[in-house]
């Protein structure tokens, strides 16, 4: 007979051992969502893609992640996540391959849409990690597996590195390399948790159901969907912007992005631990408060104020310096990433039998929006002829969340005094 003890120093060893597998093969899967963003501008010239094209090729690996998330969970609850994260990573492999030989639009839009199983990796992989985690120690876990999508940031880097060396192509040849070295890892020192497969698989549908509509979990992940796939949109969108505000050569500005992208992707490790210790509400309100300071900044545009003097007009130019913005657009990915890491803690650790299905969910919502954002930032960056209209409208969009997550704890903690009360 095992000890409690000896048993919690036995799931101690096995997630020393597939975290960073799992952490691994997300990096991968999430530099998959946005390999096109700057692979695209290579191939845009040279099969002559028009703006339409060009934007569903960007938007196919988020839309298929979407798509196949909760799917991908229900599958993991099922029949096992480690099958599921298997087969992904296969998949995404399999994708890599066909870009090394794809030459036309149509080959190169089916290799996007298979990029899509980064999704159900994360949904597989969000449930390994916590069958083998322990409650107490669960936001920082999870920051650690989310910090995975600092893979997105990798590509930035990877692609123009590859192709000033050899060429675009370089980048799925390594991709593919380190897939089958976590693939042939994972099949070598992991296996199956079978009693958390069992109960998962036993759970009627009714009943997940149930619990999406109870409480406060249905709001949460959409919490959750606004800051992930504003995170996400502004990933794809910053390289542009930085590139035209500046007037920068796209290289430059894909690195730029990469600022934003890599340290909030990191920083849902500290919103995770922080959230450990002094409980996700707190955590995620004042991570979005400070989202908006800094999106209120960013949205200003440039201008000139003109003012009528005692000799003349006298005219003020204001705009944000290169170094200021870069600033501020690291001080909004860390404070997005705080937000995600806490966000994502509380609805896992109040659905932790679930947890593959509400990973699905949380992915559904973050994909969803992250298609819609970069096309309304099209339109209205047409519309206004604004470039910081981005910010504006993620401005307005988290301050709508931020005051119905208020308001939601507010009710919240109404409901616990009155219990308390009976």
Same mark, same amino acid.
């Given at each position: ?11 101690? *060893? ?17 530099? /998959? ?47 096992? *996540? !480690? ?56 936001? $920082? ?94 990933? $794809? ?27 909030? *992707? ?78 994502? !803690? ?20 973050? /994909? ?42 507010? !009710? ?6 009155? !219990?308390?009360?009976?």
């Amino acid at each position: 007979m095992h000890t409690q003890q000896e048993r919690d120093d036995d799931r101690f *060893a096995s997630l020393a051992i597939i975290l960073p597998l799992a952490v691994t093969g997300f990096v991968i899967a999430a530099g /998959c969502w946005t390999l096109f963003a700057v692979v695209g501008v290579h191939l845009r010239g040279e099969l002559a893609l028009t703006s339409l094209q060009f934007g569903v090729l960007l938007a196919a690996p988020m839309a298929v992640s979407a798509l196949l998330a909760i799917p991908a969970g229900l599958a993991a609850q099922r029949y096992g *996540a !480690r099958s599921v994260m298997l087969w992904c990573l296969i998949g995404l492999a399999v994708c890599m391959v066909v870009l090394l030989v794809a030459d036309s639009f149509a080959v190169y839009l089916l290799a996007a849409s298979g990029l899509g199983l980064a999704g159900g990796f994360y949904s597989a992989g969000l449930q390994f990690i916590t069958s083998h985690c322990e409650a107490r120690h669960m936001g $920082l876990v999870l920051g650690i597996f989310g910090a995975g999508v600092t893979g997105a940031g990798f590509t930035y880097y990877l692609v123009p590195l590859f192709h000033s060396a050899f060429s675009w192509q370089g980048v799925p040849l390594a991709y593919l390399v380190v897939l089958l070295l976590v693939i042939a890892l994972l099949v070598m020192v992991t296996d199956d948790d079978p009693s958390n497969r069992e109960a998962s698989a036993n759970a009627p549908p009714q009943r997940l159901l149930q619990l999406l509509r109870k409480g406060r979990t249905l709001p949460l992940c959409l919490y959750f969907g606004v800051v992930a796939g504003s995170f996400f949109a502004l990933a $794809l969108w910053l390289p542009d912007f930085l590139s035209a505000q500046f007037r920068l050569q796209l290289g430059a500005g894909a690195s730029l992005a990469q600022w934003f992208v890599i340290p909030g *992707a990191l920083s849902q490790i500290a919103g995770g631990g922080l959230s450990d210790h002094f409980g996700s509400a707190r955590v995620a309100a004042r991570s979005l408060a400070v989202c908006l300071l800094a999106l209120g900044v960013l949205s200003y545009p440039p201008m000139t104020l003109f003012i009528k003097g005692v000799e003349g007009v006298i005219a003020i130019e204001f705009a944000l310096p290169l170094a200021v913005e870069a600033v501020l657009v690291v001080v909004l990915g860390v404070a997005m990433g705080c937000a995600m890491g806490s966000l994502q !803690r509380m609805v896992i650790l109040a659905n932790r039998a679930e947890a593959a299905l509400f990973a699905g969910f949380l992915l559904v919502a973050a /994909c969803s929006v992250a298609f819609v954002l970069p096309v309304l930032f099209g339109a209205v960056n047409q519309w206004l002829g604004i470039r910081t209209a981005v910010f504006m409208i993620l401005f307005l969009l988290l301050s709508a969340s931020l005051l119905l997550f208020a308001r939601d704890l507010r !009710r919240e903690e109404r409901l616990t005094l009155l !219990r308390g009360a009976e």
